[in-house]
């Protein structure tokens, strides 16, 4: 399936707002940027078949690309000056590069590459800063024995807060924290259908407008995943991510345990 990853945005609050500075998909964690590592994680699951929506910091993106050195995350034997790669990450990938404009909202970027999606019945997307080790196999096949339009993963509300229990006399009745309520958060990974378009108005959101609509169709699909999840939003979250990788606490990166 063809895989569709939104890494367009300016990423504000990663960013500092130094000219110049690498888009938050761009963001290192390990010896490899983020969009690298969900990249890879498709890529475990068989699927190598890209379009990624560029937009603010393009040129940092396709520079990785075009010039990708394998030998940053592969063993290999150099000989006489020559390198024999032992493993390779991205010879079998194919990557589309789209520029769907610097202000684009996610559902106006997917219906400006919606022709090189166009012979793929359903297809997967992403916005390419979240990190998780959800099921994908089972995730895209309880999608294709549906009639669903798309499928969002969803996880657990991902803050510190406390929700407070509170009487009209001002007492509290209870704590608790926010990711034990019996609430759902937009997890970023999706399946969808051509069907989508049918939804998204021009400069629309694929989730505000594309999937609200399906849902009130009753043609809005959620796959809850508990397990690992990480979203990227922020410098503190990035940091703790690329600390957690150094200590060899990846449990994303399913292709490891391969």
């Known amino acids: 399936m063809k895989v569709v990853l939104f890494c367009g945005g300016y990423g504000t609050r990663m960013r500092s707002g130094a000219p110049g500075e690498v888009p938050k998909p761009m963001q290192l964690v390990g010896p490899r940027p983020l969009i690298w590592h969900v990249m890879r994680y498709y890529a475990y699951f068989g699927h190598t078949d890209f379009v990624l929506c560029l937009g603010y910091g393009a040129h940092h993106i396709k520079d990785f690309f075009l010039h ?12 006489g000056g020559q390198v024999e790669l032992l493993s390779t990450d991205i010879s079998d990938w194919s990557i589309t590069f789209v520029d769907t404009g610097l202000d684009s909202p996610i559902g106006e970027r997917l219906r400006r590459v919606r022709p090189y999606v166009a012979d793929s019945e359903m297809f997967l997307a992403n916005y390419a800063d979240v990190l998780t080790d959800a099921p994908l196999d089972d995730i895209v096949a309880r999608f294709a024995a549906s009639d ?12 510190t807060f406390h929700c407070i229990e509170l009487a009209e006399d001002g007492r509290v009745g209870g704590i608790t924290p926010v990711s034990e309520m019996p609430l759902w958060a937009n997890g970023g990974y999706f399946v969808l259908r051509q069907e989508i378009f049918d939804y998204l108005p021009e400069n629309g959101d694929l989730v505000a407008d594309g999937c609200a609509e399906l849902a009130k169709r009753g043609k809005l699909l959620a796959y809850p995943h508990r397990g690992f999840w990480r979203p990227t939003d ?12 150094a200590r060899g606490q990846r449990p994303w990166a399913l292709w490891e345990r391969a």
Do not use: C, H, Q, W
Request: proline share 6%; charged share 30%; no cysteine.
């Open 68 to 79: 990708y050195e394998e030998t940053a995350s592969n063993d290999f034997v150099m000989r």
């Open 148 to 159: 669903a339009g798309a499928s969002m993963t969803v996880v657990p509300p991902s803050d």
């Open 234 to 245: 922020t410098v503190k979250e990035r940091i703790a991510l690329n600390e957690e990788y």
